[in-house]
């Protein structure tokens, strides 16, 4: 987003200052290593007596944070895990303390959780400093083990809480401003800000129930068909449209308004996909369009009939719209779930798309970071089973043969390291490379076929997920 950069830093230096001077106040010096000015990321202030936009800067903060000691956690850099936790633990005495000021009284089930992560949060500084004085490494090892434990548990008692938090706001009204904000035109302006809000608190099923009530999806629809919003408007749209589809909220399966405008939504993806500028873009507009196949299987007719097949696999050849595992678990997704179409195959034979989904097989994290790697299971997998679904078509299994498909998913079963040790993955490639066996057995050597494709499918993978790394 175009944001003045004087204003931002008038709006972020409240909050910056404030950390240091807490920081200073404990006794902590501020960090002088080379990274630590990238890992003080924070949000602009919010306004005064606004208990939602309070909510989700302080709550991105805190994110932010969390995230940040989990890597410097996962490299032993332990002067900065103990720094990033004490500005954690001012970060969250000052978002329970300012909630507290602008908020109605607070329920005991809220008094609860505050008092449970700010606990967790005394207890993270106090190990991080005792394991600043270790030397022995196997009693710094069993430390770190509790680090992370207790890293974990605050991560919960936070997202409890904002959670909680989030709800009660919803109910007071705010999906209603916001949606009166993105219906009048001389507030264009403040479309990006009010449907990034939106996002944020539709993660809560009160949020999608006020959205339902105002329709707003077909707000959305309206927002996402116009070309004379701009890309930035219309990406954050499509964030929207993506929370309120998520397959992990049991309500958005009741949008019965989804349904009337969904082949407006539909298309409109589909375009900014095709036209997206930026990775950020492309990565919102396919995360929608992969949660609505979930949501309906008539989505994936309509993606068919727009040629969003084409337009996908193209986009996987462009660095600056798909270079993530992220955005590749999106596009995987929505292959995945039109793969059960018949018709799908030959779009993706036409397209040369199965050799791209042969080098998803073969995703591997860059960072290291447990999303990252999460992620890159998860397109292994997916990758896995539309490979799986797709071979019902001879022509298609014969070209993953050709591409030697099978030699990959023997090494994905064989090699836990090939597939950081997921069962899941696991149990995809099997599934595939049965599929592949039957239409081309000969491409097996008989150790294979003996022990991956012929017992069950419960004892071949009792025996892969078994094996060590010396047995291949």
Not at 77 to 91: E, K
Not at 171 to 198: H, M, N, S, W
Not at 401 to 429: F, G, H, Q, T, Y
Not at 450 to 462: A, I, K
């Amino acid at each position: 987003m175009q944001v003045d950069s004087v204003q931002r830093w008038m709006e972020d230096l409240k909050l910056m200052t404030e950390c240091e001077c807490m920081c200073v106040l404990q006794a902590k010096p501020i960090s002088l290593e080379e990274d630590a000015q990238g890992d003080l990321i924070l949000a602009g202030g919010p306004g005064p007596g606004d208990p939602l936009q309070l909510l989700l800067k302080r709550g991105w903060v805190i994110s932010t944070e969390l995230r940040r000691i989990g890597q410097k956690l996962a490299q032993d850099r332990w002067a900065r895990v103990h720094s990033m936790s004490v500005r954690l633990t001012c970060h969250a005495r000052s978002m329970v303390s300012e909630y507290s000021a602008v908020s109605r009284n607070s329920s005991k089930e809220m008094g609860q959780i505050e008092k449970l992560l700010m606990e967790k949060c005394s207890e993270l500084s106090a190990v991080t400093e005792r394991c600043l004085q270790v030397e022995n490494e196997h009693v710094l090892k069993s430390m770190k083990a509790c680090v992370s434990e207790t890293l974990s548990m605050l991560g919960q008692h936070f997202g409890q809480l904002l959670e909680l938090a989030l709800t009660r706001e919803v109910q007071e009204g705010g999906v209603v401003a916001l949606f009166k904000i993105c219906r009048q035109d001389t507030f264009r302006c403040l479309y990006p800000q009010a449907l990034r809000t939106l996002a944020s608190i539709c993660c809560v099923e009160e949020g999608v129930h006020q959205l339902e009530k105002v329709d707003g999806v077909l707000c959305l629809a309206d927002i996402l068909t116009d070309d004379s919003h701009s890309e930035a408007t219309r990406a954050e749209a499509a964030a929207v449209v993506a929370q309120v589809t998520s397959p992990h909220l049991p309500v958005t399966q009741h949008l019965s308004s989804f349904m009337e405008s969904m082949e407006e939504i539909v298309t409109a993806l589909v375009k900014l996909c095709q036209e997206a500028s930026s990775g950020e873009v492309f990565l919102l507009a396919s995360a929608a369009l992969a949660n609505i196949t979930f949501f309906d299987t008539m989505a994936c007719e309509m993606l068919l009939q727009l040629n969003a097949i084409r337009v996908l696999l193209e986009a996987c050849s462009d660095k600056q719209r798909v270079d993530t595992p992220y955005t590749r678990d999106q596009i995987v997704t929505i292959l995945a779930n039109m793969s059960v179409l018949e018709q799908c195959a030959s779009d993706i034979i036409q397209e040369n798309g199965v050799q791209l989904i042969m080098g998803m097989l073969s995703e591997k994290p860059r960072s290291g970071t447990p999303a990252e790697v999460a992620a890159c299971e998860r397109v292994q997998q997916k990758a896995a089973v539309t490979l799986a679904r797709l071979s019902r078509d001879p022509d298609v299994a014969r070209e993953a043969v050709r591409l030697s498909c099978m030699s990959r998913l023997i090494k994905l079963c064989r090699s836990p390291s090939e597939r950081n040790s997921s069962d899941a993955v696991l149990v995809a490639c099997l599934a595939a490379l049965r599929r592949l066996a039957g239409v081309c057995p000969e491409g097996l050597q008989d150790s294979d076929f003996q022990q991956l494709v012929q017992p069950r499918l419960v004892d071949s993978f009792l025996l892969c997920s078994n094996m060590e790394e010396s047995f291949v």
